[in-house]
Structures are given as C-alpha cells and as structure tokens.
C-alpha cells in the first residue's frame, strides 16, 4: 500500500471513532431516571468527547478532496483499527466507576462489542448507568460497527467494510439502502421485543436491557440468573424468540418480512436450524433434564431454551450447568461451536459454513455415480437467487475451519494449563470463540489475567471472523516494514 492508501484508512477509521463518541453519551439518559447516578455523568463524558475529537482529527486532517471506496483489505484494516480503539475507550468507564483493572475492564468491553456476554462484573453492585451502557455496546456490535457505519465510509457501492466484517450479502444492490433496511430491520427488533418483555412482566430497565442483549444475541443481564430469574414461560417465548429472529441472516429476515417464505424456506441456515434445534433440544430433553427437574414441562423448558440459546450464540440462561450430565455439555459445546447465521448478529463457525460442508459431502458422493464426463453445476439457494459453488469456496470454507479448530484447541489447553478440567475448557473456550456468552464458572473476576486475555482473544478473532484479523495484521506489519529501511537511508 502507498502512504495515500493509509491516510484514507486513518481517515475512515477517524470517521467511524468519531461516531463513537456520541455513543458513549447514551447512557447518560439514565441520569434523568435515576438522578442518584448522575455524578456518573463525567466517566462517560470525559472518554467521549476525546474519542469524538481524535476521530474528527483523523478524519478532517487526512481526508481526500476525491472521494475513494475501499477496497476488502482496506476495510478489514478500518475496521481492525476502529475496534481496537473503540474498545479500549468504552473499557474505561468499568475502570473509572467500578475498578475494574485493565484486564478485567477489556475482557467486558470486547465481551459487550463482540456480542458475547460473558462477563466479570457483579451486576448486583453495578449502577445502573453502567448495565445499560453494557446493552448499548452489545446492540451496537450486533450489527456491526461496520454495518451501521457503512453508509457513511463505504461510499454508495462500495461493499469493503461489509465484507471485511463476514457481511458479504447486501439487502438492495445499493450499499446505503442496505444499511439502512438492516438497521431499520434491527431496530424495530429491540423496540418490538422491548414492548413484548414489558408486557410479559420485566420492569422497562429490564426490558430494554434483555432486548437489547437478545436481538444482539449477547446475552448480558441485569440480574445473576439470567432470564430464569423470572421463571417465566412467557419471558422465555419472548427471549427465544427474539433469539431466533437475531440469529437470522438479514437478508433472510428482510424475505420473510416481505412474504417470501418460499425463498426463506429453501435458504440452507434455516433447514439447519429447523432439523438440529429441535434435535438437539430433544436429546438434551431426554440425556440431561428429563430427570433432573421436577417436573417433564419444565425439563422441556429448560431443554428448549438452553440449546436455542447455544445455537444462537445468545449466552441467556435459565438454569446453571454444574449438575447436567456430560451429554448435556458436550450438545451445548456443539452448538455452541456450530453457532448462528451468516450475515447475522450470531458468532461460531456458522451455520451457512455448516450446511455448505454438508452439501459438498453429498456432491462428492454423487459424483461417484455419474459418468466422468458428466458436467454438473452444484448450487445452494441465497435469498431467491442460486449461488453456484466453486471449488475454491469450499476450499476457503475448510481453511477457515482448520483455523477455527485450531483456536480452539489453544484455547482449551490454555485453560487446563490453569488448573481447570478438560469438560470445563472445552465448554468455556467454545463459549467465548463462538461469541455465546453461557459459562460454567471459568470467567469471573479471580480469573487468572492469562485466562482472562486468552478469552478476549477468543471472542475478538470469533467475531471479526479470523481471516479479518490475521491479514490485516499481516499487512500492516508486511507494509510498515518497507518502510523502515528506507527511513533509515
């Protein structure tokens, strides 16, 4: 890259922080409800109004008279960039209001913004100012910090941040209309599903937040049970629900908003779901709760809202895990691992990768019975169009795989190393690399700092979706370092 490339880069990256200031700011609302909290008002203000400005500096001082659309590798490096900072800049207000130390106070920032939920804040003492401000960065990661800015970055065709972010599929051909039907789509989410928690029996503070964290499919909470501190059939329809509706690509939820449930139908993530959910939820039913609660509709309950929760990538919860049997953990693990929609809030492997693997098997297969100079042209449905398959796609898919597993096994060796059991690392580090949020104790405030970091690097590389971050990374240092010697001549 030239040094113009990279002075378009800061520049966008300049942009999108600057947004972020404003952002910090909402949680400020909750002062004129809770006037107590309002001497909170300047551990918000203080990291928003410098972010704002380090944004608008980037953004004005190295700005182009032309306009330019980026390209993916110059998305995937924006939007690197902007996480990293913005990150660490809505970490401070956990140092400032409940002393948290760094570690600590990253491993919730990134946890809010990667949509995961894990958490090692003691919501019972948190301020309320702080447990909305937890919701809002989780709504706001949910759709991607790219997504939402995109309109503004991007440029009117430019699709590099989506791209960069794992979001490849567009609403409308027209970048901007994209963005502002997905944010039209997730917004009306939050309030719809906010409006059904109120009329189910949550307070409005609580029905904000679980909203929020649901249609995200973060999972924070306001309580330390989770939704099942209600014990509510109804908040439970609710929570699954908006679960399933913010696991959903956007593109199959703008189709099935618009009647097209003949193409919603044949999308392949909503085969998946519609045969592994209540599979999983079956078995999970029969090996690990039938027994275990006291009565069969509230071992269907817990069954159906657990896996629907795991396969989401959601992390809500409404009982713990320590007295399930091994299968119940290892069908959650699986989940967990398989994750939710492609172009969606949801994280894992995802559920489009799974039904692709899945079809090539039976391609392969196929191909065994027919003559050898049989052409056949292999496709799976995206929206109402046929996507053809390539070769190089399922190539790319098994990569990502490997990649995938293989951070996960570091992950779960790095938590035995610690002290903890396999059972426990395997169910911890498939909760935090696939962005779900739902644990067995491993994350808390005592965690070992190493442990903590490995998580945080878990969910940031679960959410950006590896290759994002790896190349980019590569290229910066692969770039920066031409540069050297010639700084030196």
């Known amino acids: ?6 002075a378009t880069i800061f520049s966008y990256t300049g942009s999108v922080i600057a947004l972020g200031g404003p952002l910090m700011l909402t949680p400020l609302l909750t002062g004129f409800f809770h006037p107590g909290e309002r001497g909170l008002w300047i551990d918000f203000a203080i990291p928003a109004l410098v972010l704002s400005l380090l944004g608008v500096l980037l953004w004005k001082a190295l700005r182009s008279r032309r306009a330019r659309t980026v390209n993916a590798l ?14 660490l800049f809505s970490s401070i207000p ?8 760094f570690t600590q106070a990253v491993f919730e920032s990134v946890s809010g913004w990667t949509t995961t939920g894990l958490s090692v804040v003691d919501v019972t003492k948190a301020p309320k100012t702080v447990l909305i401000w937890r919701s809002v960065i989780q ?6 910090l790219a997504i939402i800015m995109i309109s503004s970055i991007a440029g009117p065709t430019g699709p590099g941040l989506a791209f960069a972010e794992g979001r490849t599929d ?3 051909p027209h970048v901007r209309k994209s963005a502002k039907l997905v944010m039209t789509i997730y917004l009306g989410y939050a309030t719809v599903g906010t409006l059904a928690y109120i009329f189910s029996g949550m307070s409005a503070f609580d029905a904000i937040n679980h909203s929020f964290a649901a249609v995200s499919t973060g999972g924070f909470s306001t309580v330390p049970d989770s939704i099942g501190h209600w014990d509510s059939v109804l908040i439970e329809i609710v929570s699954i629900t908006l679960m399933i509706l913010g696991n959903l690509n956007f593109l199959t939820a703008y189709l099935m908003l618009n009647g097209k449930f003949r193409a ?18 079956f078995l999970v039913f029969f090996f690990a709760c039938r027994e275990l609660y006291p009565t069969l509709e509230k071992s269907a309950r817990v069954a159906i809202f657990e896996t629907t929760s795991a396969l989401t990538t ?3 919860s409404t009982v713990t895990y320590n007295d399930w049997t091994p299968f119940g953990w290892f069908a959650l693990i699986v989940l967990m691992l398989i994750g939710g929609g492609t172009c969606s809030t949801a994280g894992g492997i995802k559920q489009y990768r799974i039904y692709l693997l899945y079809k090539s098997l039976c391609w392969e297969l196929k191909r065994y019975f027919l003559p050898r100079t049989t052409v056949v042209e292999n496709y799976v449905w995206q929206g109402e169009n046929k996507d053809y398959i390539k070769d190089d796609r399922i190539r790319q898919i098994s990569v990502f795989l490997f990649l995938y597993l293989t951070c996960y096994v570091l992950s779960v060796g790095i938590l035995a190393a610690h002290g903890f059991s396999l059972p426990e690392s395997m169910f911890e580090s498939a909760s935090s690399l696939g962005t779900v949020g739902i644990s067995v104790g491993v994350t808390s405030a005592s965690a070992p700092p190493f442990v903590l970091w490995a998580l945080t690097s878990g969910m940031f590389l679960g959410r950006l979706e590896f290759f994002i971050v790896f190349v980019s990374v590569w290229k910066i240092i692969k770039d920066f ?6 700084a030196r001549h």
Do not use: C, H
């Not at 960039?81 to 913005?86: E, G, P, Q």
């Not at 956990?94 to 002393?99: C, E, G, K, P, V």
């Not at 370092?481 to 010639?486: A, D, F, K, Y």
């Open 314 to 316: 959601t992390g809500f």
């Open 139 to 144: 709504l706001a990661g949910g759709a991607g």
């Open 74 to 87: 110059e998305g995937g490096i924006i939007v690197l960039l902007s996480w990293i900072i913005i990150i």
């Open 170 to 172: 567009q609403l409308v």
């Open 94 to 101: 956990f140092i400032t209001i409940l002393d948290l130390n």
């Open 264 to 281: 919603v139908g044949r999308n392949g993530e909503v085969r998946i779901m519609a045969v592994v959910l209540p599979a999983s939820a």
């Open 481 to 486: 370092s031409r540069l050297r010697p010639r």
């Open 1 to 6: 890259m030239r040094k113009n490339q990279y």
